[in-house]
Nanobody, 126 residues
Framework: VQLQASGGGLVQAGGSLRLSCTAS????????MGWFRQPPGKEREFVAA????????NYGDSVKGRFTISRDNIKNTVNLLMNSLKPEDTAVYYC????????????????????WGQGTQVTVSS
């Protein structure tokens, strides 16, 4: 599976951005997809995950209520709509694919994901 993330950029606090990740491969519809981010000088952290069929979603505490993950299994894309952005959301954002469907308790664990995109920079100015 190859992943290509896009949609990052510079936005003012309170604004919105939509990230997209396009996947190659015929198994996209059977894998858990996730978004992680790495702020400057910090560890990579969990942002959101979505089940293969799109019915289940999981969010990191810091983005709950502001970010929404979705997927289109026809277009092989997973999206992250980010609203009410804060300066602390500034990071490189990565999309990731699991080897298949993950146990839900594992979806926030970056070590469970086998494939990673190249990352897209999101900068939120105050």
């Amino acid at each position: 599976v190859q992943l290509q993330a896009s949609g990052g950029g510079l936005v003012q606090a309170g604004g919105s951005l939509r990230l997209s990740c396009t996947a190659s491969g015929r198994t996209f519809g059977s894998v858990t997809m996730g978004w992680f981010r790495q702020p400057p000088g910090k560890e990579r952290e969990f942002v959101a995950a979505i089940s293969p069929g799109g019915r289940l979603t999981n969010y990191g505490d810091s983005v709950k209520g502001r970010f929404t993950i979705s997927r289109d299994n026809i277009k092989n894309t997973v999206n992250l709509l980010m609203n009410s952005l804060k300066p602390e959301d500034t990071a490189v954002y990565y999309c990731a694919a699991g080897p298949g469907q993950l146990f839900w308790s594992d979806t926030s664990d970056r070590s469970k994901y086998d494939y990673w995109g190249q990352g897209t920079q999101v900068t939120v100015s105050s």
